[in-house]
């Protein structure tokens, strides 16, 4: 069983990647009441490791193929583990949401070398393998994401969802340095170092003053600025790649209509299918009184079903076009949030959301499988590895953008729900920041509104993520041509906001991590 070590090291870190995304979630309001936070700095929480992924993912991949893939996989690790304690100590939202950008860097050096390094070490069937278990653990992770941190924040606190990471961390070190063998790239190229500060900080900007919109209005000075110089950000990052003789991203991809119908495609899937679940688990904590154990049980069912599906999806729906999978996905995941928008409503429990939860994992789970294909089949097989890492960006810039357009919907909705109930306009904040539960100690008359309140949070949250879906379903049946096919050998990744990885290819190897970081 020694030759499996390689493959366990692996797992290790990609688990706990997919764990810690869905791991904060069900802790959100215990770290709301201990550092008695705001609702901006809860988005930032989760926002934070989603932008530090999808803007470090490529450069990552391009620096461990000059100086050694296995380095940077453990550094990756000493890094995880070190902003993993960093945010278990923290004692304010500043501390916690620096050490969680920290996370989301050691996360990006981990996951741009894993199917590099599963490449180097297995040949043959043993690859096949080896890739079919990374991704079933990939899913498994998503779904014990919610039940482990619920069952560490309900136990020991929600310092624990960090510290659970460092004997994770010290095993897959150990594991790494006896079995997993070094590997280079000997024709990679430099780093492109302007291209990454454009492009982080055109998302940062973006992300920022969409999650300050709230406080600052659509029209205000300040959102205006903040997307303004996101605008400026993005359009350095288009000229620096254009010009660049190693480009992070080769904006002639974009020339196919299929591929910018794909990574639209993945941007709206995380946005519409996953974002949403932050507020959901607010409103189970702070004002239905569940415990994060509960709350964790709730999401469940979108998690298992969008994993149930991916694992079966390659072979039902082999040979079927891409578009029509894609698309279909999409209209489910669309299909799933407006079912869970008609159907809430003031004094309802959260049976109301369990079956759009499972229409959207269905949708989930059917999209996610054919996303990375026909990622790689608009493309010319030499720029298939960067596409797939460009589909990885999308992903994660999907899912930080949603939470944060979601958090202004969220805000507006409380606000429009207390519209008369003759409380202040601290009242929204309060709710929004997990802190229903002193409000409705004023007695019965309070929860009336408070309940009145979250419904029409929810109501418009669902509402705009059901149109994101449908948005992203149209976007990729006019886009995506129809002959693109989603075969069934490519590994399903995990149905959850997390990087999609890059398939094998036609012989089973896995894309270099050269050709997924630079032209």
Known sequence: MRKWLPLTAVCLGAFMLLVDVTIVMVALPDMT????????????????????LAALLLGAGSLADRIGRRRVYLGGLGLFAAASLACGLATGPAALIAFRAVQGIGGAAMFATTMALLSSAYQGRDRGIAFGVWGAVNGAAAAAGPIIGGLLTEQFGWRWIFFINLPVCALAVYVTLRSVAESRDPRARGLDLPGMAAFTTGAAAVTYALIRVGENGWTGAATLGLLGLGAAAFAVFVLVELRSSHPMLDLSLFRSRSFVGVMAGALLLSGAAFSYLMYVSLWLQSAEGMGPVSAGLVLVPLSLAAFAVSAVAGRLLHGAPARLTIGGGLLLIGAGALLQAWMTDAGDGWQALVPGLVVTGLGAGTATPALAAAAMGAVAPARAGMAGGALNTARQLGMALGIAVLGA???????????GSGQGPGTAEALASGRAGELLAAGPAARVWVEEAFASGLRGTFLVSGLMGLAGALVVLVLVRTGAQAPAAVPASAPVPAPVPAPAGPDGAATPASERASA
């Open 33 to 52: 009441a201990d550092m008695h936070t705001s609702f901006s700095a809860l988005q930032w929480v989760m926002d934070v490791y989603a932008l530090a």
């Open 409 to 419: 919907v969220f805000q507006a909705g409380l606000k429009d729900g207390l519209g």
